[in-house]
């Protein structure tokens, strides 16, 4: 079983900064990929950010140049630096881990508004 937990998100005026985290802990394997989804009331499930643990990111065009994604494989958490925000980008932010055939788990999610 694994085990993921999610911190860091809020309320943010834009323009503003916040960073998420996520750890997961139990059965986690060398070989895998963790990111970030963000879905927003009334829209689809959208793709943020990804990084496998070893390999290039890659990222959403909405938020290529202003989020980063990194990872700590020695922790087993995964991390979101979110800059420049914008309205668009309130939504409910959930990380996953992807480990081949044995599918995805998720985060319980964490809101990110940004408002003024």
């Known amino acids: 079983q694994v085990h993921m937990v999610e911190s860091g998100g809020g309320l943010v005026q834009p323009g503003g900064s916040l960073r998420l985290s996520c750890a997961a802990s139990g059965s986690i394997y060398s070989i895998n990929t963790m990111g970030w989804y963000r879905q927003a009331p009334g829209k689809e499930r959208e793709l943020v950010a990804r990084?496998?643990?070893?390999?290039?990111?890659d990222y959403a065009v909405s938020v290529k140049g202003r989020f980063t994604i990194s990872r700590d494989n020695a922790k087993n958490t995964v991390y979101l630096q979110m800059n420049s925000l914008k309205p668009e980008d309130t939504a409910v932010y959930l990380c996953y881990l992807r480990q081949g055939l044995l599918g995805d788990n998720w985060g319980q999610g964490t809101q990110v508004t940004v408002s003024s």
């Open positions: 990084i496998p643990s070893s390999g290039i990111p």
